[in-house]
């Protein structure tokens, strides 16, 4: 039988895996990949670190574990793959089932054939149109090219202020590596919170923690032009037209799916902008393919289709297609929750299924959410504090999303969510799941487990909670609720928010009643550094017959504006 011939076209994440994929299930097939770039393979996501000084080997992005980096010559010796470099595809011939190849270091076009195609041409940066943009110092991070350029400006040391302009994932990780590369860095966003995966209280959070590393955040305002002298940046100008001067300026405004090679083959292309797979990652040509950020998927909670430009979603996704492209349809890939993390500094953030936010703009109300604030381990363990929200369908009772930021290890609690989201389970079960527990690892009950616990207790009423942001409106608009703080003396001379506050530790409270307010229904809201002396004071006064008293979710670690102390 005739060899079956793919092309591969996006030599990075899904391509390279795709390729890997379909060898091991064919061996004699004619695999061909075409590459753009110089490199293959490369760990973009590892970007950031390399830029940083994490490691300073440029290598390691490259290599195999074993340090063997995967150039041309290892894909033709270890996969029988030929991998064409700086090549680009041009052209794709439905109808011949070939592709036209310019080779970018001679210019000399060639054409190979196809039984199966893969297109894998990843994103590129949705660049805003700001004046100054093409200024010499002013950068993307998507590129190998970019991370040599601002690796060489953290080990040149001549620039000494930098701005990020968007505060999304790559934003943020940038902003660390240049503050961490001892560059004074200033954060720019244009929403009113960076990280849009999260919901606003766990994004400021996560700005503060950013802000408490020296670095300046701005929301809520955009740059409005880069400026420069004799062709090189010396500055940003914010809408207040505020300049903020600088040496580099890294854009992280988002990316776009490469579909203009797809386009102009005729292929269908979704609404919003990525190449249409149906589950077999197939494209409206049964013989063409398409994996990672050039495609759109479906959420697997709105059934809408996303844009999901991911790591881990690309390489499942090209396992999927080479699998597809040598075996016929038989593999499907069903979608995605939108999970996703970012380390910032020594604290991580992260969101796995819907946010409130994302809920809401899909017309998803009938949900529950709490924040909860707990260790990750047993203090005799060095805990350390983790902050996440929980989202729950009320009639359902699934969960449907989570955050967590902090840190304490924010990874092992979203992937414990991502899997019960996925898995569909109910509140009732996952109250009840069983982890592996053992001090070095977390408390008895896991924190994710102990969310689910707390949401639980809320919606069969047992505990009425009002968030940080809700009584920051409270007080912002005059209102005032009798806030009681249940911690000790030693406590709140170190830690207070200073709304005004009584304090009276918990386990003084039975007899000091006499200090609340003598109304049993004025409103009482109830707090302790994470709030569980909270919930339990709320308990007594309830019984005590107060009749509208709330607990302030998260206490004062998740309160995320300005305190006392
Ligand atoms: C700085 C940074 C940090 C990130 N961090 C994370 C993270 O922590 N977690 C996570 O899940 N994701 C992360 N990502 C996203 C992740 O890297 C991408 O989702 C993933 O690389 C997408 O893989 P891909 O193969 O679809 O596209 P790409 O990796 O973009 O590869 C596509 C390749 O196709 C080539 N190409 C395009 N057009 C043509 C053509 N016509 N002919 C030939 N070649 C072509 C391009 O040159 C490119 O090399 C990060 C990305 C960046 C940039």
Known sequence: MKAKKLVIIGGSAAGAKAAAKARRLDQKAEITLIQREPNLSMASCGYPYYVGGVFDDRNMLLATPTGVVRDPAFFLKTKNIKALIETEAVAIDRKKKSVTCTDLKTGQQSMIDYDKLIICTGAGAALPPVPGIDLDGVTTLLSMADTDYLRKIRDEKKVTKAVIMGGGLIGVEACEALKESGISVTLVEMAPDILPFLDPQLAKLTANHIKSKGVQVITGTCVTAFLGEAGKLAGVKLQDDTIIYCGTAVVATGVRPNVKLAGEAGIR??????????????????????????VEIKHLITGKNVLAPMGDLANLQGRVAGENAICGNS???????????????DFAAGSTGLTEKSAKQN????IETVINVSPDKPGF?????????????KNSKRILGYQCVGNGDVSRQLATAAMAIQGEMTLDRLVCADLPYAPPFSPAIDHFIASAHIVENKLKGRLKTISAEEVYKKIKSGEQPFFLDGRGPDEYEVLRLGIGEKYIPLGVLRGRLGELPSAKDAEIICFCKVSLRGYETAL??????????????????????????
């Open 269 to 294: 292309i979704g609404e919003l902008g990525g190449i249409l797979v149906d589950r077999y990652m197939a494209t409206s040509d049964p013989d063409i393919y398409a994996a990672g950020d050039c």
């Open 331 to 345: 593999v499907v890939f069903p979608g995605t929750i939108h999970t996703s993390i970012c380390k910032v500094f």
């Open 363 to 366: 017309a998803i109300d009938n």
């Open 381 to 393: 363990m060095g805990a350390k504090i983790l902050i996440s929200k929980i989202l729950v369908d």
């Open 540 to 565: 007594i006064l309830e019984e005590n017959g107060w009749t509208n008293v709330k607990v302030m979710e998260g206490g004062i670690i998740a309160w995320p504006y300005d305190r006392e102390k």
